[in-house]
T-cell receptor
Framework: DADVTQTPRNRITKTGKRIMLECSQTKGHDRMYWYRQDPGLGLRLIYYSFDVKDINKGEISDGYSVSRQAQAKFSLSLESAIPNQTALYFC?????????????????FGPGTRLLVL | RKEVEQDPGPFNVPEGATVAFNCTYSNSASQSFFWYRQDCRKEPKLLMSVYSSGNEDGRFTAQLNRASQYISLLIRDSKLSDSATYLCVVNSAGGTSYGKLTFGQGTILTVHP
């Protein structure tokens, strides 16, 4: 079984609809993230969370909200979807471990959700 | 200027070739550096961390030049299975604090027979 799962894997919705993307992990990590990926722009951080009580905005949080229901679950919502939110969305988790005297953060990604907003 | 810049390519090389990718970053306070690999329509996966002294993992060698603020990835004896997008990733802080992971837009590599 995959360590980081995302549902749905593909979604088509209409402008103005509210949708939720779900992420679950079995890695036991405290840190979770939501990114979107667009061609030519790379991955951009939407929101991140260090534990259940912690929510932080990333660089492109406008139009999105998140909920960290439990250590293992982190949901992303589009309150009123618009066409320029069409993208590939990734959830990720991370641990923070010492390597070479520095704390290194390795991120583990879910398989992604392809979202099309018409 | 983008925080992390890569040549998007594509790089088209024959099997067995040696290919090198460079990546530059703008934040001189950056502490941690990585290369991730992303196959078509898949999630990114960590390929290797990049250490100050340089490091090697099989056919892959990563180098860091802090003075010039660039990172490189060298792939020797390219295989067809190396075809992917390679993402340069920079963490702007170290220690126990969160440092934002910033991703380059990726360099596309295609290895052909």
């Amino acid at each position: 079984d995959a360590d980081v799962t995302q549902t749905p894997r593909n979604r088509i919705t209409k402008t103005g609809k509210r949708i939720m993307l779900e992420c679950s992990q079995t890695k036991g990590h405290d840190r979770m993230y939501w990114y979107r990926q667009d061609p030519g722009l790379g991955l951009r951080l939407i929101y991140y969370s260090f534990d259940v009580k912690d929510i932080n905005k990333g660089e492109i949080s406008d139009g999105y909200s998140v909920s960290r229901q439990a250590q293992a679950k982190f949901s992303l919502s589009l309150e009123s979807a618009i066409p320029n939110q069409t993208a590939l969305y990734f959830c990720a988790t991370s641990d923070l471990g010492p390597q070479g005297g520095l704390y290194q953060e390795t991120q583990y990604f879910g398989p992604g959700t392809r979202l099309l907003v018409l | 200027r983008k925080e992390v810049e890569q040549d998007p390519g594509p790089f088209n090389v024959p099997e067995g070739a040696t290919v090198a990718f460079n990546c530059t970053y703008s934040n001189s306070a950056s502490q941690s550096f990585f290369w991730y690999r992303q196959d078509c329509r898949k999630e990114p996966k960590l390929l290797m961390s990049v250490y100050s002294s340089g490091n090697e993992d099989g056919r892959f060698t990563a180098q860091l030049n802090r003075a010039s603020q660039y990172i490189s990835l060298l792939i020797r004896d390219s295989k067809l299975s190396d075809s992917a997008t390679y993402l340069c990733v920079v963490n702007s802080a170290g220690g126990t604090s969160y440092g934002k992971l910033t991703f380059g837009q990726g360099t596309i590599l295609t290895v052909h027979p």
